[in-house]
């Protein structure tokens, strides 16, 4: 069974840094590519960004170019999203999510392209 499981969430002040973490299940997540997601209350949930599992090729959104950045950890089965500079319009639950590859550009934020899905995990800015 496939589990996905992030971590990392919390309060920061604005302009703090939070680190976020995926560990990967039942899934040889060295073949897949993971996604990191948002959804805000009364909005829809967007993508943030992807990286690919063989060459590392990473994808973002424009509101977080700069200040995210997504990694393959180190340790197996795990992926972290480094979330800097935090202000707000970056509160949501975060969530992450797998599938084959980005599949580049114009295709890494499709969600209905990732067919497995973590529970998510929340991130607050507040002063």
């Known amino acids: 069974q496939v589990q996905l499981v992030e971590s990392g969430g919390g309060l920061v002040q604005p302009g703090g840094s939070l680190r976020l973490a995926c560990t990967a299940t039942g899934l040889p997540v060295e073949l897949y590519a993971i996604g990191w997601f948002r959804q805000a209350p009364g909005k829809e949930r967007e993508g943030v960004s992807c990286i690919n599992p063989r060459d590392g090729a990473t994808y973002y959104a424009d509101s977080v170019k700069g200040r995210f950045t997504a990694s393959r950890g180190d340790a197996e089965h795990t992926n972290y999203l480094q979330m800097n500079s935090l202000n707000s319009e970056d509160p949501a639950i975060y969530y992450c999510?797998?599938?084959?590859?980005?599949?580049?550009?114009?295709?890494?934020?499709?969600?209905?392209?990732?067919?497995?899905w973590g529970r998510g995990t929340q991130v607050s800015v507040s002063s």
């Open positions: 999510a797998a599938r084959p590859d980005c599949s580049g550009t114009m295709y890494w934020a499709l969600r209905r392209e990732y067919p497995y």
